[in-house]
């Protein structure tokens, strides 16, 4: 499995990528913005996006968007820090699969992940 991680705080992305990581058979790709996220996603072929909502240039909303107009439907959780009702109807709106709340525990990302890319959350 190949998980494609971007955040431009580089604390965040290993938070994601560490337990990502430990995870048998997980590939993590990073990504410090959304213009990198975009590059790396057109080079590549991943099996889902974990990304960020705020980050310079490409925020994950618009990466959202850009890919999806090309009619890719690869996974993909929202991390934010923005929990108001109207965030995540355009993030819903934008096609993200799921959302994730920071701060964060590691299982519930594995939980969501694993989900995300149809693996068992025990096989972790």
């Known amino acids: 499995m190949k998980i494609l991680i971007a955040d431009d705080d580089p604390i965040s992305r290993a938070m994601i990528s560490v337990p990502l990581r ?10 410090a913005n959304g213009q990198e996220a975009r590059s790396l996603f057109d080079k590549n072929q991943f099996d889902a996006v974990v990304i960020d909502w705020q980050m310079p240039g490409m925020s994950g909303l618009d990466f959202t968007r850009s890919i999806r107009l090309t009619g890719s ?11 108001g009702r109207q965030h995540v109807i355009k ?34």
């Open 22 to 31: 430990a995870s048998a058979g997980m590939e993590v790709v990073e990504a």
């Open 73 to 83: 439907q690869v996974p993909i959780l929202m991390v934010t820090a923005q929990s």
């Open 91 to 124: 993030a819903i709106k934008a096609g993200i699969s799921d959302y994730l709340l920071k701060p964060f525990e590691a299982n519930v990302l594995w939980s969501k992940v694993s989900r995300l890319i149809g693996r068992p959350a025990e096989s972790k």
